[in-house]
């Protein structure tokens, strides 16, 4: 008999179909509570360690955290982040958040530094080192070129008498808490407190620069949150393209460009050029029967329709249209329509 997905029988000494295998492995209400718990208990544990952060750094690492800032903020070259291990793996994430948050940064691996990256630090620089125990042997000639040629060095670890902390212009000291690991051997609440603390760090030095959503879009044009950051000008339809009509135009005429345009929607301007209303596929249907083609723009159109300039967030817009519940939104300058944003334009750019 031949196989198929659905009819595909296992036979002695044979794997099981992987959907014969699951529904075989389904946890019983027991393996499913025991789960829940773990992830429960690991949550807690972390949590918990972020807390104990939390009240250090109103407290005794207040002052250390901003002489910590003035250093990384004053450094004319890049920040310079270094770790192993896991401490590694968190310093990674925090120079490419240091990064795309207007702090210039690079990681650079303790290993690859003694045969040779070294070169990469210059003495415009500043390192910020992560080690939980502050004794990482990998980090040694870090440490050594950072002394020999006056690279100012933050150091973040649990251990204020460590090695790394004695060569430290400012150690930032994290206060011991529990592994969520069981036998207190996995990184876990240590990694997620350092973690935190290199995001509170890139996130102080993004606001004392005054780094705006303006700056931010300069550095992340990709994927959706550069859709996000594109502002109106960069989407609108524009010149020919615009849905216009004169408030004394006849709807057999409006109706026509309405359709050409094809974008559901028709402004009415007055002799200056003034945006005066508009017509919508909803004003149509309301007056439909009323001797619509006889009648002007002016009698059809809804007035003081909402506008937005084109300087406003792509994002922005997109709020407005939704809490408005219309779908365009006339671009404006000094009472002019100069652009038409269509809320397909602002989903199609990933605007979400």
Known sequence: MPYSVIELRATEGEHKPMSVGL?????????????????????????QGLSALQEALAGDLSENFAAALGILRGCRGRVIVTGMGKSGHVGLKVSATLASTGTPAYFVH?????????????????????????????????????????????????????????????????????????????????TMMQLALGDSIAIALLESKGFTALDFGVLHP???LGARLKFVDDLMHRDADLPLTSADTMMAEAIVIMTEKALGCLGVVDQDGQLQG????????????????????????????????????????LEIINASAITALFVVEDGRPVGIVHIHDLLRAGVA
């Open 23 to 47: 529904k075989q492995d389904l946890a019983t209400a027991e393996d499913h509570s025991k789960a829940v718990a773990s992830a429960t208990r690991t949550l807690q544990l972390e949590a």
């Open 278 to 317: 508009i017509i919508t596929d909803g004003d149509l249907r309301r007056h439909m029967g009323n001797g619509l083609l006889d009648r002007r723009a002016a009698e059809i159109m809804t007035p003081a329709p909402k506008t937005v300039t084109r300087e406003i967030m792509a994002s922005a817009a």
């Open 110 to 190: 303790p290993s690859e530094a003694s045969h040779g990256d070294l070169g990469m630090i210059t003495p415009d620089d500043a390192i910020l080192a992560f080690s939980w125990s502050g004794e990482t042997v990998e980090l040694e000639n870090i440490l050594s070129y950072s002394r020999r040629f006056a690279v100012p060095l933050v150091a973040i670890t649990s251990n204020a008498e460590s090695t790394l902390a004695k060569a430290a212009e400012v150690v930032l000291a994290l206060p011991r808490s529990k592994e969520a690991c069981p036998h207190g051997l996995a990184p876990t609440t240590s």
């Open 222 to 224: 990709g994927g959706q």
